[in-house]
């Protein structure tokens, strides 16, 4: 099997050139693409490693490119990077596969990590089995109204909707939302939206 490598999408220039130079330091071999249709039509579906891609590109956002992966039979992780903090678009983006979903701004070792990660997960496919099985212990975790409050979370209600909907103080919903995060071990909102997702919480209807 090819070395893994490190592919990223970024349409700006300054930028590519930025993240590319920051990689290679760190070690990691990179390819750089200007456009999602130039990665598709440059890299073989075989490849070994993983894809950083800005959320929003030129001519296809990264949940197209995404799709458009996967219908080729490209296997490797990948890592979208967005300003958008929308927890339905985080959702949407892990529901199409994403690995990780960075907020921007973020510190360059948080994407250090993520790429370790992907790259450990696609190489020991047991260790993302292992991951995900722990993300359900922690769900099975919370309870009561912490789950009424994921719940809201999940649907992207701000929290004063979610307190209006449980007849609770807003301090009180915000207290368990941090709650949540911290047994889930999520940093972030879209964080938490994508680990809940990935083990297997499915929202119920609304009364």
């Given at each position: 099997?090819a070395?893994?490598t490190?592919?990223?999408?970024?349409?700006?220039?300054?930028?590519?050139?930025a993240l590319?130079?920051?990689?290679?330091?760190?070690?990691?071999?990179?390819?750089?693409?200007?456009?999602?249709?130039?990665?598709?039509?440059?890299?073989?579906?075989?490849?070994?490693?993983?894809?950083?891609?800005?959320?929003?590109?030129?001519?296809?956002?990264?949940?197209?490119?995404m799709?458009?992966?996967?219908?080729?039979?490209?296997?490797?992780?990948?890592?979208?990077?967005?300003?958008d903090?929308?927890?339905?678009?985080?959702?949407?983006a892990?529901n199409?596969?994403?690995h990780?979903?960075?907020?921007?701004?973020?510190?360059?070792?948080?994407?250090?990590?993520?790429?370790?990660?992907?790259?450990?997960?696609?190489?020991e496919?047991?260790?993302?089995?292992?991951w995900?099985?722990?993300?359900?212990?922690?769900l099975?975790?919370?309870?009561?109204?912490?789950?009424?409050v994921?719940?809201?979370?999940?649907r992207g209600?701000p929290?004063?909707c979610?307190?209006?909907?449980?007849?609770?103080?807003?301090q009180?919903?915000?207290?368990?939302v941090?709650?949540v995060?911290?047994?889930?071990?999520?940093?972030?909102?879209p964080?938490?939206?994508?680990?809940?997702i990935?083990?297997?919480w499915?929202?119920?209807p609304?009364n």
């Open positions: 099997m070395h893994p490190v592919f990223v999408v970024e349409d700006d220039c300054l930028q590519r050139k590319t130079s920051f990689l290679e330091y760190e070690g990691l071999p990179v390819r750089a693409f200007a456009s999602a249709r130039n990665f598709l039509e440059n890299v073989e579906p075989t490849a070994n490693g993983c894809l950083i891609s800005d959320l929003w590109l030129d001519n296809m956002s990264a949940i197209d490119l799709r458009e992966m996967a219908s080729k039979g490209f296997c490797i992780p990948v890592i979208i990077c967005s300003g903090s929308s927890l339905n678009v985080a959702a949407e892990t199409h596969g994403c990780d979903y960075l907020i921007k701004p973020f510190e360059p070792r948080r994407l250090v990590e993520a790429v370790l990660v992907a790259l450990k997960h696609q190489d496919p047991e260790s993302y089995a292992k995900t099985s722990e993300l359900c212990q922690k099975e975790m919370i309870t009561g109204q912490e789950r009424e994921l719940d809201g979370v999940l209600q929290t004063e979610i307190a209006t909907h449980l007849k609770l103080e807003p009180k919903v915000a207290f368990m941090l709650s995060m911290r047994t889930m071990g999520a940093d972030s909102l964080e938490l939206v994508r680990r809940a990935l083990a297997g499915t929202s119920k609304l």
